[in-house]
């Protein structure tokens, strides 16, 4: 079965600086990859995807994502972080089986410092 | 366009209650229909999906039950409500490439007091 991990809870990052955000996944084929990010109380919305391609992908809000095969990760970046991004994130892996589920990491929590 | 309608936004019941969360579609037909927990400081977990009307799959044993009695409506519920089932739940969509992201309600705060 697939499985994600995200190795960070929290990062704290000052408005400005960059940020990445680590993700690992565990499947035995190419999967399909997404980020989303969750405001306090709110649902989630995506950031990107990567299925085919690129393995630098791009997304909304500024975020970028790079997809290495070797080292199994599909880390989260952004150059400059504004304090609107203070917010979880979470990765998740998608796999193309019964109910096409799913699979979300355990999230990362960003602090952003004026 | 599609969205996700979930209701209601905040929930507090007492132990032992009854519990029904509802989760609508619109804009789309067939939609694969998942429930999510978040649990405080915790990432997404799993907790049925349908990929079709009276169509349920259990991810996790546990005091709940979902049912799909529409292709655009699905429920969760609870006879009786433990402590344990306190948290954030989240109803999403999907189609059924694997390439398709989902798509999120704005979630259910349940406290079980």
């Known amino acids: 079965a697939q499985s994600v991990t995200q190795p960070d809870i929290h990062i704290t990052v000052s408005e400005g600086a960059s940020l990445e955000l680590r993700c690992n996944y565990s499947y035995g084929a190419t999967p399909y990859l997404f980020w989303y990010v969750q405001s306090p109380g709110q649902g989630l919305q995506l950031l990107l995807k990567?299925?085919?391609?690129?393995?630098l992908v791009q997304g909304i809000k500024g975020f970028e994502a790079e997809f290495k095969r070797s080292q199994s990760s599909f880390n989260l970046r952004k150059p400059s972080v504004h304090w609107s991004d203070a917010a979880e994130y979470f990765c998740a892996v998608g796999v193309e089986a019964a109910g096409n589920k799913l699979t979300f990491g355990g999230g990362t929590r960003v602090l952003v410092k004026p | 366009s599609q969205t996700i309608h979930q209701w209601p936004a905040t929930l507090v019941q007492p132990v032992g209650s009854p519990l029904s969360l509802e989760c609508t579609v619109e804009g789309t037909s067939n939609p694969n229909l998942y429930w999510y927990r978040q649990a405080a400081g915790r990432g997404l977990q799993l907790l049925f999906y349908s990929v079709g009307i009276g169509q349920i799959s259990s991810e996790v044993p546990q005091n709940l039950s979902a049912s799909r009695p529409q292709d655009r409506q699905f429920i969760l519920s609870s006879k009786k409500l433990l402590l344990s089932d306190s948290g954030f739940y989240l109803c999403?969509?999907?189609?059924?490439?694997?390439?398709?992201?989902?798509?999120f309600g704005q979630g259910t705060r349940l406290t079980v007091v």
């Open positions: 990567y299925f085919s391609g690129d393995t």
């Open positions: 999403a969509w999907r189609g059924d490439r694997g390439d398709t992201e989902a798509f």
